[in-house]
């Protein structure tokens, strides 16, 4: 990079969940507003906003780290976030071509870091990392300009106090810490005035909203953004079902704003595996929980995660899991094969899974997961549903409802695009519906 001109071009690339999306937009808007220029060309500056939760997710993460310094040998390159927040050492000893080793804490900086060591004339490799303690305070990050995509996502909640096996998310965000419910509203109040239409709420234990917080909770919070005047919708990501009261299913179902839409992680159907999980709920629990969701808020769609293969799932136990979630009629399954992780309880059972079994079941409750979608969407045809439209083009709209299902729609004005409109269901499919604009 010797001899480049200032401005220095970045690439923020991200990986993983709502949360990460959320912080990959913040530094982004935090690199501009340093003087750094986005580019979707050959980069100064590579940003890696890694995700750790599989083998795969890291793997992808060193992947990109590799392909930067290829694309640009002069580059800088940061890897940030959850991946080198658990494994850094690792990532210091294998990836020379990493510049910038930063974990979960401290991004806020990461600018002024970056240009620290573009000042340097011989660079070392620098590694930042801050282990989580007790006490920590929410590392406020907020976006102080467009999102950039239709749907902005607010991350309102940080770290988990659960104790599951198979899980590296504790070590790699620390303990449930909230931000002031004051600031979420001054977040979703800077949306909604440029004009955005939806809004989803982040955390990565987001049920645990308010746990630092004396009186308050995610019911609560719904409710004081419920009364904000502002035509818009909430959406809500995922939340454990250990998290779900009586009370917050209550509120979902009597605020106006909140979408039908629960994503309730699952895990297994199978109580032997639960437990082994360290999921605090039983399989019955959770069907109970479901069916009262669902008796309370009409419409509700519910989607779920499960990990397929996790040590000692005999056939029986994948068999408890496919009864289960066809009995709950859920209307979408996130399947995910077990992923090992160093450094977790799971990672050491010594009943592994074989990889051919693990992908037998996992084609089996995707199968199953085509069946379930399709029948939810066929319970939309001949309703209206409200769409936030994302694309116009070539004559079809197409945007989601608030079941977060897939609407596609003639329609060719591209002013429709970040709208909500209504839609009338005409057909369905698995991954989506088809209907025409109500006018």
Not at 303 to 315: H, K, R, S, Y
Not at 352 to 373: I, M, N, W, Y
Request: with cysteine; charged share 25%.
């Amino acid at each position: 990079m010797e001899g480049a001109f200032l401005p220095y071009t970045f690439k923020v690339k991200t990986l993983g969940c709502p949360v990460n999306q959320y912080e990959g937009r913040a530094l982004e808007l935090a690199m501009e507003k340093a003087g750094f220029v986005p580019t979707g060309d050959i980069a100064d500056i590579y940003i890696i906003n890694s995700c750790v939760v599989t083998q795969a997710a890291a793997a992808e993460a060193r992947r990109l780290a590799s392909q930067a310094k290829k694309e640009n040998p002069q580059s800088l390159v940061v890897l940030a976030g959850c991946y080198p927040q658990v494994y850094w050492k690792e990532i210091k000893e294998k990836l020379p071509q990493v510049d910038i080793i930063i974990g979960t804490t401290g991004r806020s900086r990461l600018p002024a870091v970056i240009a620290r060591q573009l000042a340097e004339t011989h660079r070392e490799q620098r590694a930042i990392i801050v282990e989580h303690g007790p006490g920590e305070e929410f590392e406020e990050f907020p976006l102080t300009g467009n999102y950039g995509r239709t749907r902005p996502v607010i991350k309102i909640q940080e770290g988990c106090d659960e104790a599951c096996t198979y899980c590296i998310v504790r070590k790699a965000r620390g303990l449930p810490r909230s931000l002031a419910p004051e600031k979420v509203v001054a977040q979703v109040k800077h949306f909604l005035d440029k004009g955005c239409r939806e809004i989803v709420l982040a955390g990565t234990h987001l049920g645990a909203y308010g746990k630092d917080l004396p009186g308050w909770n995610l019911a609560r919070l719904i409710e004081e953004l419920d009364a904000l005047p502002h035509s818009f919708r909430l959406r809500l990501s995922y939340i454990e079902p250990m998290d779900i009261s009586l009370e917050f299913l209550q509120t979902m179902a009597r605020v106006r704003k909140v979408c039908p839409f629960l994503y309730l992680p699952l895990q297994s159907g199978s109580d032997r595996i639960l437990q082994r999980m360290g999921r605090r709920y039983t399989s019955a629990e959770f069907a109970r929980l479901v069916q009262k969701a669902m008796e309370l808020i009409p419409g509700l769609s519910i989607w779920t995660d499960l990990i397929v293969g996790f040590p000692g799932e005999t056939e029986d136990d994948h068999q408890q899991t496919m009864k289960l979630v066809e009995e709950l009629a859920l209307s979408h399954l996130h399947v995910f094969p077990y992923s090992p992780r160093p450094g977790t309880e799971a990672a050491g059972f010594p009943d592994q899974v074989a990889p051919d079994v693990k992908k037998r079941r996992v084609q089996e409750l995707r199968a199953l997961d085509e069946k379930l979608s399709l029948h939810f969407n066929q319970q939309l045809v001949g309703k209206q549903v409200q769409v936030l439209v994302e694309k116009v083009g070539e004559n079809q709209g197409e945007g989601f409802s608030e079941h977060y299902v897939k609407v596609r729609f003639p329609a060719g004005n591209p002013e429709l695009k970040s709208s909500l409109v209504p839609v009338q269901v005409l057909a369905a499919a698995p991954r989506g519906v088809e209907g025409c604009l109500i006018t």
